[in-house]
Nanobody, 126 residues
Framework: VQLQACGGGLVQAGGSLGLSCAGS????????MGWFRQAPGKEREFVAA????????TYADSVKGRFTISRDNAMNSVYLQMFGLRLEDTAVYYC????????????????????WGQGTLVTVSS
């Protein structure tokens, strides 16, 4: 599975931005998809995840209520809509994929994801 993330850019605080991640391969529809981010000088952190069917989602507390993860299996794509962006949302955002059902603690750990996109930079300015 190959993943290609795009949509990053520069946005003012309080603004909105949408990221997308296109996946290749027929197994995309069977995979849990996640978004992670890594800010300069910080460790990678979990942002959101979505089940293979799209019926279940989970979010980090820091983005809950502001970000929305969704997917379109017909397009082999997963999306992250970001609203109310804050300075602390500045980071490189990565999409990732793994097999298996969604499970607490598993979804938020990057080590459980076998496939990663190349990352797209989101910069929030004041």
């Amino acid at each position: 599975v190959q993943l290609q993330a795009c949509g990053g850019g520069l946005v003012q605080a309080g603004g909105s931005l949408g990221l997308s991640c296109a996946g290749s391969g027929r197994t995309f529809n069977n995979m849990v998809m996640g978004w992670f981010r890594q800010a300069p000088g910080k460790e990678r952190e979990f942002v959101a995840a979505i089940s293979s069917s799209g019926s279940r989602t989970t979010y980090a507390d820091s983005v809950k209520g502001r970000f929305t993860i969704s997917r379109d299996n017909a397009m082999n794509s997963v999306y992250l809509q970001m609203f109310g962006l804050r300075l602390e949302d500045t980071a490189v955002y990565y999409c990732a994929a793994r097999f298996g059902p969604m499970a607490t603690d598993w979804d938020s750990s990057g080590s459980n994801y076998a496939y990663w996109g190349q990352g797209t930079l989101v910069t929030v300015s004041s």
